[in-house]
């Protein structure tokens, strides 16, 4: 059975860091396009970092560029993020994701298309007090 099981989000002040994991099981992610996406109150889901290995075919939003870093222990079958200096506007339900596959630097604006990702895990909330 193919599982993404995230964890990690909470409560935090702003300025302050959190790291949220994702464990995989039923598939490797080895041999897969990884994403991190968030819904937040009252917004549309949106891909904030997604990954197909190595730097040159990670991708960021702009608005998490520079505080976020995504990561992926393909040992322990496990995503990050790691989330740093956190605001408010961070607020949301975050989700892991990924699909079999892989994806070239030519495209990589598109490598967070929700439509993409064929597995999700079940969200954890990340709270950002002011």
């Known amino acids: 059975e193919v599982q993404l099981q995230a964890s990690g989000g909470g409560v935090v002040q702003a300025g302050g860091s959190l790291k949220l994991s994702c464990q995989a099981s039923?598939?490797?992610?080895?041999?897969?396009?990884i994403g991190w996406f968030r819904q937040g109150p009252g917004k549309e889901r949106e891909g904030i970092s997604c990954?197909?290995?190595?730097?040159?075919?990670?991708y960021y939003k702009d608005s998490v560029k520079g505080r976020f870093t995504i990561s992926a222990d393909n040992a322990k079958n496990t995503m990050y993020l790691q989330m740093s200096n956190l605001t408010p506007e961070d607020t949301a339900v975050y989700y892991c994701a990924a699909f079999r596959g892989s994806i070239v630097p030519a495209v990589l604006d598109t490598a967070c298309y929700p439509i993409l990702y064929s597995y999700w895990g079940q969200g954890t909330q990340v709270t950002v007090s002011s």
């Open positions: 990954s197909g290995g190595g730097a040159e075919l990670t």
């Open positions: 039923g598939f490797s992610l080895a041999d897969s396009v």
